[in-house]
C-alpha cells in the first residue's frame, strides 16, 4: 500500500503566501508524475499543477506565475509554493500521484486539505 500525506495549508490574507507539501510513503516501486488539484464549494475538482519525473511542469491558466510546483524523486515529495493567494484560491488541495509497478499503475489520492484566502 503508498499512502500520500499532506502538509500545509490553512488561512491567508489576499496577497500571502502559502506551502503544501505531499510526501508517499509505503510499498513505492515508482512514483511518476504527481500533482495538486482543488475542488472550491459546489465546483468540480480541476488540476492545479503536475510535475513529471523529469521535472517539467503544467499549470492551470489561472495560476501561472503564482504558484510554484517542485518535487523531489529521492524523497517522493511534491510541494507546492502559493504566492500572490486571491480568494478565489480558495479550496481543498488535494495531491495526487501515479505510482507505477510491475502490474501497471495506481493513482493516488492525499486526503485533502483546505486553503482559505481572505479578501
Known amino acids: 500500500q503508498v499512502q500520500l500525506v499532506e502538509s500545509g495549508g490553512g488561512l491567508v490574507q489576499a496577497g500571502g503566501s502559502l506551502r503544501l507539501s505531499c510526501a508517499a510513503s509505503g510499498s513505492i516501486f515508482r512514483i511518476d508524475t504527481m500533482g495538486w488539484y482543488r475542488q472550491a464549494p459546489g465546483k468540480q475538482r480541476e488540476l492545479v499543477a503536475d510535475?513529471?519525473?523529469?521535472?517539467?511542469?503544467n499549470y492551470a491558466d489561472s495560476v501561472k506565475g503564482r504558484f510554484t510546483i517542485s518535487r523531489d524523486n529521492a524523497k517522493n515529495t511534491v510541494a507546492l509554493q502559493m504566492n500572490s493567494l486571491k480568494p478565489e484560491d480558495t479550496a481543498v488541495y488535494y495531491c495526487?500521484?501515479?505510482?507505477?509497478?510491475?502490474?501497471?499503475?495506481?493513482?493516488?489520492w492525499g486526503q485533502g486539505t483546505q486553503v482559505t484566502v481572505s479578501s
Open positions: 510535475i513529471t519525473r523529469g521535472s517539467m511542469t
Open positions: 495526487n500521484a501515479v505510482h507505477s509497478h510491475t502490474y501497471g499503475f495506481d493513482t493516488l
